[in-house]
DNA sequence: ACAAAAGTGTTCGATATACACCCATGT
DNA sequence: ACATGGGTGTATATCGAACACTTTTGT
């Protein structure tokens, strides 16, 4: 038999077929702590929970595709950095049926989010992952999704997905600060970022102190 | 409506449903390099072609169950070191339906395993990771298991997933040194995992040199 | 005695930590 | 003038890279 005439003859239907969704956390850097977007559920199950935002994956997009397109229905927003977190397949995660959920995470500065509206809000992202009262496995999404920034912080640029394309380096250490929970040294910090980044000639103004410079992320060097 | 009543009235045939399997790369450290257990396909697609070995997720089993499942079904293994990987789902990425993979990797010394029978085989990871004529993406799935072990090799105690549960500085040292695709000074290897070891009363004999002391992983100390 | 590999102490340089000080603005 | 936070230089501690040397076995 050949290759093509095998799959003439496949009857998809004979193998258990589970729903797949994509769950998606969306952080943002708010009110100095990080936040997450979650879902006022309206409907069962769960109904006045609150939930990530998620969808079902389309028989025809990647799960990729998907996530971007339950971010896009949320905020508008489009190229954001997205990541695949981890995939969560407990039969009872989902009273309804067996659902398997493919989590992303996703950054975004605060600056290019207009405020959410209907059932949407940021809530600060510790509280949903320490609480006991979200719905699905949601709220250890969220938690994996802290631990894994925390984790990438320091050996990738992910910090600077938060903040706008211009920013002042004060702006940026808040950022760390808050993503590694801890304060950190002016002087330091500015060493070792100093070759990420491009000064600019423009200045904050307004403040009664010091302008601070703005900066742009320097473009990767490849290799 | 109650959510009892919600789920009772609840139709999963009306939502989209791929199938998704459970695909592992079975690490261990042979002949002086990473290998990685294949199989050698008997059927279509991909007849005669190596790809890694899956199993659909069954409806009332988790996803690391099933990866638990697929191991010990091809080497009798049970409380294998196993973590998942990445999920994959591209819609081409199988050519009889949309599968979505959930790819596992899993590590076990050497000394543990039985050769390998039937159509099953270990091949050199670096190999299959470059290598064009492999079934489905499962190049690709190779090829981010030799990458995620390579990052966890330097932070966590992976390595010692791949030695007896006695072993030498020497032989360890040899896995390190595989793993990062790299030579480590004897000094500085020792001193960095000493925490991590106890040392037996055991040594190995019959060698044309000192012996050399065998060890144990010492327990992790909880915070 | 010698080869071969196990095992240990010490130096050197890079990196991170900590602190001290200067600078520019609004009030 | 001064309070406030932006911005920079310098000393110290810590860690890893590199090397030199000693030890124990089989032949």
Not at 37 to 57: A, Y
Not at 61 to 83: C, F, P, V
Not at 190 to 218: L, V
Request: glycine letters at 4%.
């Amino acid at each position: 038999m050949t290759e093509s005439e095998f799959l003439r003859r496949y009857r998809s239907s004979d193998y258990p077929k589970p729903s797949v969704t994509v769950d998606t956390a969306l952080f943002t850097v708010r009110d100095n702590a990080l936040q997450v977007l979650m879902i006022r559920r309206q409907e069962h199950p769960f109904q006045g929970k609150l939930s990530l935002p998620g969808v079902f994956v389309g028989m025809a997009e990647t799960l990729d595709e998907a996530a971007a397109r339950a971010l896009y229905s949320k905020t508008g927003l489009r190229d954001i950095y997205t990541e695949q977190l981890y995939t969560w397949g407990s039969p009872e995660r989902d009273p309804r049926m067996r659902v398997i959920s493919v989590s992303y995470y996703a950054l975004v500065p605060e600056q290019s989010l207009a405020p959410p509206e209907g059932p949407a809000l940021f809530c600060p992202a510790a509280e949903i992952a320490a609480s006991g009262d979200i719905a699905f496995d949601h709220s250890r999404i969220v938690a994996c999704g802290i631990e894994r920034i925390r984790n990438k912080v320091n050996y990738t640029d992910i910090a600077f997905s938060l903040v706008d394309e211009e920013f002042t380096l004060p702006e940026l250490q808040r950022i760390y600060e808050i993503l590694l929970g801890q304060k950190l040294y002016k002087a330091n910090f500015r060493k070792k970022i100093a070759e990420k980044i491009i000064p600019t000639d423009h200045y904050t103004s307004g403040a009664p102190h010091r302008p601070s410079r703005m900066y742009r992320k320097r473009p990767e060097t490849a290799g």
